[in-house]
């Protein structure tokens, strides 16, 4: 359920600010998406693994507090990683 290196060096390559940004909110909130939505598949086909619903939670819960982050400091780039993620429709 993890992310490969690769995965996540194609992740940061789409999300970054600037050429080194490995840790910006934007990467981060990419990061947990897949990562979440990984994870939901594992939950689709396991509905009894409630350790990793637990971890769903806690996932859900520090993207929340990110985007919350990023739409305070910019709204424009908030809606606009919204619309790249396809999350909150």
Same mark, same amino acid.
């Given at each position: 359920?993890?992310?490969?290196? &690769?995965?996540?060096?194609?992740?940061?390559?789409?999300?970054?600010?600037?050429?080194?940004?490995?840790?910006?909110?934007? &990467?981060?909130?990419?990061?947990?998406?897949?990562?979440?939505?990984?994870?939901?598949?594992?939950?689709?086909?396991?509905?009894?693994?409630?350790?990793?619903?637990?971890?769903?939670?806690?996932?859900?819960?520090?993207?929340?507090?990110?985007?919350?982050? &990023?739409?305070?400091?910019?709204?424009?780039?908030?809606?606009?990683?919204?619309?790249?993620?396809?999350?909150?429709?």
């Amino acid at each position: 359920m993890s992310l490969t290196q &690769v995965r996540k060096q194609e992740i940061m390559t789409d999300f970054q600010t600037h050429e080194t940004d490995t840790g910006s909110a934007e &990467v981060q909130i990419a990061m947990l998406s897949e990562r979440i939505s990984k994870l939901s598949l594992h939950l689709q086909a396991n509905k009894k693994d409630y350790a990793s619903q637990r971890g769903l939670m806690k996932m859900l819960g520090h993207r929340k507090s990110l985007l919350g982050y &990023v739409r305070k400091k910019d709204e424009a780039k908030y809606r606009e990683l919204l619309t790249r993620l396809g999350i909150r429709g």
